[in-house]
């Protein structure tokens, strides 16, 4: 299929897609409706013909089969021998998922409820810190245990009605530094979040804020709660069953932000919301079940993708929300789809076949117009978009505000589909230049258009919008990977850097020599230490 898709693509390729729009029904038929979100993929060189090549991928892998085996629980992370089921974590009122012959249902839920009780309890004051009422709220994780609760607050930020809530992520002291001093020790509830609860990162600034809080708080242990897999190592690290939140390995790392891992998240805006984002999730995975694939948001964004990036080798793409509570998600999906999909080897051992996922980036507009959207629309290189827009914002006395950004949006996608020809260009600048000079300066003005990007359109992003939002990109990168034939539910790729690091850090701290690493290392290591490492 894949060459097929090629020889397809090399017929297409230099045609104007705009021209595509004499089928006066193409901006409804190459779209997909999911309830009131829309994702238009009109504004594309896909044709039916591409279309119906893309969407035999799908059978070709199995990829019904696999989401089925995915939703019921199956191994099919199988590098590491583990079912993968986030979407038991929004399994709100579903019925029973087993794995290892066990329902792990009752436990989700029992978790669920163990959590809301205590975010209502710090929200409330009913759990206070030695100096009374919780005021702040640190997070502490990396990764997964810190890229969704950070995406997700800020989303939701016009809902935050709990404590103020801060994130640590990085290993540099500025960023624990910079937060701790913001908090007082007798009124901050410090959560460690981690899964594994080894990542050195994470428990080397779980310590620097417990270290902080024992100066001031007799007890420090008690304002800290822990969100892990490892109930050992949180009993290690002194903090009480009653505040440990654990999940099970079937949960991954970028997955995980619907169960514990969310807890930052619920105590800023409350139970009834948090459940809200789940059943947004849990939607979107009713949609994903069920949906024919050409109806189906997730499938048919996946496809979009894999023409982009597989089909026409656009090695990039950028994530444009013109939604500024949306400001993470650019990052969020940095982790979610290159984590996943970041592979050069298949399922089953071989070298893939075409290339990996994408290098995913972006920025919310307008802010990305005034910085890198010159080379998007002038650069060599050609780079899909994909615009995120609602139709409300929150702020309803500002809603003229609101129409402009969503003008500068629609505008975008207009203008890297049309461009500009040089006949134009010329009439833009033909009373300032002439002769030569107006030739040189209209060519500057040329906009050469027929760029790709796709719009999803929703009301408003209130938390079950967010949810459905998220499992969106979730399914897509679901059905990318098992298209490429990719185990998109493991991270082999992040263990070296770990280890080399481990391996460094008694070079850095001048207990060993640099003898035996390469010469730039040492080089380095010499350069650092003669100014103060
Ligand atoms: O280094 C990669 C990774 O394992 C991510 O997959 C994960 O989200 C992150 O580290 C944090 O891991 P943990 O939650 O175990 O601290």
């Not at 002038?378 to 969503?406: K, M, N, W, Y």
């Not at 207990?511 to 650092?528: I, N, P, R, W, Y």
Request: with cysteine; net charge negative.
């Amino acid at each position: 299929m894949w060459n097929s898709l090629k020889s397809h693509h090399d017929k297409v390729a230099d045609r104007r897609f705009e021209t595509l729009f004499e089928d006066a029904g193409r901006a409804q038929d190459f779209s997909v409706a999911m309830g009131d979100m829309l994702f238009d993929y009109s504004k594309t060189n896909i044709d039916s013909e591409g279309r119906e090549l893309l969407l035999k991928l799908l059978d070709e892998a199995g990829v019904a089969e696999r989401r089925d085996a995915m939703f019921r629980g199956d191994k099919i992370n199988e590098t590491e021998g583990r079912a993968v089921l986030h979407t038991a974590l929004r399994n709100l009122d579903g019925g029973p998922i087993e794995v290892d012959g066990k329902d792990v249902m009752p436990g989700v839920l029992d978790t669920l409820d163990r959590m809301e009780a205590f975010a209502e309890d710090v929200r409330s004051g009913a759990f206070a810190g030695q100096g009374g009422k919780i005021t702040d709220v640190v997070n502490i994780g990396i990764g997964g245990s810190d890229l969704g609760p950070v995406m997700a607050t800020l989303a939701l930020a016009p809902y935050h009605d709990g404590p103020r809530t801060h994130f640590v992520s990085n290993v540099d002291p500025a960023d624990v530094a910079a937060v701790l001093r913001q908090c007082d020790p007798a009124t901050t509830l410090v959560i460690v979040a981690s899964k594994t609860f080894t990542t050195i990162e994470t428990m080397t600034n779980a310590r620097t804020a417990k270290a902080w809080m024992s100066e001031t708080v007799s007890d420090p242990a008690a304002q800290f709660a822990a969100l892990s897999t490892a109930a050992d190592k949180t009993a290690d690290f002194g903090i009480d069953p009653s505040r440990v939140f654990g999940f099970e390995d079937w949960v991954g790392g970028r997955y995980s932000m619907w169960g514990p891992i969310g807890l930052s998240v619920m105590i800023a805006i409350g139970g009834d919301a948090f459940r809200a984002f789940l059943r947004g999730a849990q939607e979107m995975d009713r949609h994903f079940k069920a949906a024919d694939w050409t109806e189906n948001m997730p499938a048919m964004l996946a496809l979009v993708g894999i023409w982009h990036n597989q089909v026409c080798g656009h090695a990039t793409r950028a994530v444009l929300p013109y939604d500024n509570l949306l400001m993470r998600l650019p990052a969020y999906l940095q982790q979610l789809e290159m984590e996943s999909n970041g592979k050069g080897v298949s399922m089953d051992g071989e070298d893939l076949a075409t290339d990996s996922g994408p290098v995913v980036w972006g920025e919310p507009g307008t802010n990305g117009q005034h910085a890198f959207y010159q080379l998007i629309h002038q650069g060599t290189r050609v780079i899909p978009c994909e615009f995120l827009v609602a139709a409300e914002g929150h702020e309803s006395d500002l809603h003229h505000q609101h129409q402009l950004l969503v003008a500068n949006c629609l505008a975008q996608s207009e203008a890297l589909m049309k461009g500009r020809d040089l006949d134009e260009a010329r009439g833009k600048v033909a009373d300032k230049f002439e002769g030569d000079e107006l030739e040189r300066q209209a060519k500057h003005r040329v906009f050469p258009g027929n760029r790709p990007s796709t719009t999803l359109a929703y009301p408003q992003l209130d938390p079950a919008m967010l949810g459905r939002i998220v499992a969106l990109y979730e399914h897509r990168v679901f059905v990318e990977g098992a298209v490429l034939g990719i185990n998109s539910y493991d991270q082999w790729g992040v263990e070296l850097g770990k280890e080399l690091a481990t391996a460094l850090q008694p070079v850095v701290e001048g207990k060993e020599t640099a003898d035996g690493k390469d010469g730039s290392t040492a080089g380095l290591v010499t350069f650092l230490k003669k100014y103060g490492l």
